[in-house]
């Protein structure tokens, strides 16, 4: 099967930056989209960028010009670059692969464990 392992997620200050990671295992031959989202406390989970194949992606409005989304496809890992952090992007951040194929089938959608993103003012 497919296993995501996210990282990177901490304790910053309100208007800094960090860079999560997120890296698929398993006997993956291609994955066709690969996203992150998020879920703070009380709220529903959300999409927060998505990138396809070959090189599409898309934001949530609330972090375009301020995240940015990209993947190194040799090591099947998408970097999610949050830049001028505010408080409200607080949440549990969760990584998301579709449309994997695998060596002996395919998986529709896997995500990883998650990881938390605190953000103080």
């Known amino acids: 099967q497919v296993q995501l392992v996210e990282s990177g997620g901490g304790l910053v200050q309100a208007g800094g930056s960090l860079t999560l990671s997120c890296a698929a295992s398993g006997s993956i031959l291609y994955i066709a989209g690969m996203n992150w989202y998020r879920q703070a406390p009380g709220k529903e989970r959300e999409l927060v960028a998505q990138?396809?194949?070959?090189?599409?992606?898309n934001y949530a409005d609330s972090v375009k010009g301020r995240f940015a989304i990209s993947r190194d496809n040799a090591k099947k890992t998408v970097y999610l670059r949050m830049n001028k952090l505010k408080s409200e992007d607080t949440a549990v951040y969760y990584c998301?692969?579709?449309?994997?194929?695998?060596?002996?089938?395919?998986?529709?959608?896997?995500w990883g464990q998650g990881t938390q993103v605190t953000v103080s003012s």
């Open positions: 990138s396809t194949i070959p090189s599409n992606t």
């Open positions: 998301n692969a579709v449309g994997v194929k695998l060596l002996g089938g395919r998986v529709t959608s896997a």
